[in-house]
T-cell receptor, first 112, second 109 residues
Framework: DGGITQSPKYLFRKEGQNVTLSCEQN?????MYWYRQDPGQGLRLIYY???????QKGDIAEGYSVSREKKESFPLTVTSAQKNPTAFYLC???????????FGSGTRLTVV | GQQVMQIPQYQHVQEGEDFTTYCNSS?????IQWYKQRPGGHPVFLIQ?????EVKKQKRLTFQFGEAKKNSSLHITATQTTDVGTYFC?????????FGDGTTLTVKP
């Protein structure tokens, strides 16, 4: 079955450490996205990529980095520069601009 | 995407009652998408509206896009406990989607 896989589901890290969240899709979608969700709040866009080897900053890109070396993969690195990294991170993909997103099951990151 | 505002933030209903959430924008929108996120889950795409005055139905769910394309609504008839969750509207523009803050629905059996 096609879908988006995010791993791990739960992740704990010490403050000051970088951490990379995995996102893999086998839907053959061109576009991929990273959103952050804080408790009781909506989704805020971190980074997005329309094609391989290209990506753009979203609304809250500071303290994050991404790469898009393969169509299937769009990993997100949460760096030590991110002041409040504890959150629920959601990866999504879409075939184009006129269709809805398919989301992964998310990664809950806790930084202590 | 264009900024969209959702109301109410929370809605508590008795099972069997109807529920409506509204999505509003100060600017004209080219499209609106609706998503549902179950507690502890991830958003799931429900539908997209693109035409002025468009109305679409999915079983007990009715989606509307305003004539001026500045607002949208999701109406659930006779809620069930399976309807609990947070409903988000979103607008896609320039290759990215902007989400509203969502309406969280709780249903009392």
């Amino acid at each position: 079955d096609g879908g988006i896989t995010q791993s791990p589901k739960y992740l704990f890290r010490k403050e000051g450490q970088n951490v990379t969240l995995s996102c893999e899709q086998n839907l053959n979608h061109d576009a991929m996205y990273w959103y952050r969700q804080d408790p009781g709040q909506g989704l805020r866009l971190i980074y997005y990529s329309q094609i391989v080897n290209d990506f753009q900053k979203g609304d809250i890109a500071e303290g994050y980095s991404v790469s898009r070396e393969k169509k299937e993969s769009f990993p997100l690195t949460v760096t030590s520069a991110q002041k409040n990294p504890t959150a629920f991170y959601l990866c999504a993909s879409s075939m184009g601009q006129r269709v809805g997103y398919t989301f992964g099951s998310g990664t809950r990151l806790t930084v202590v | 995407g264009q900024q969209v505002m959702q109301i109410p933030q929370y809605q508590h209903v008795q099972e069997g009652e109807d529920f409506t959430t509204y999505c509003n924008s100060s600017t004209t929108l080219s499209n609106i998408q609706w998503y549902k996120q179950r507690p502890g889950g991830h958003p799931v795409f429900l539908i997209q509206l693109v035409k002025s005055g468009e109305v679409k139905k999915q079983k007990r769910l009715t989606f509307q896009f305003g004539e001026a394309k500045k607002n949208s609504s999701l109406h659930i008839t006779a809620t069930q406990t399976t309807d609990v969750g947070t409903y988000f509207c979103a607008n896609t523009n320039a290759g990215k989607s902007t989400f509203g803050d969502g309406t969280t629905l709780t249903v009392k059996p």
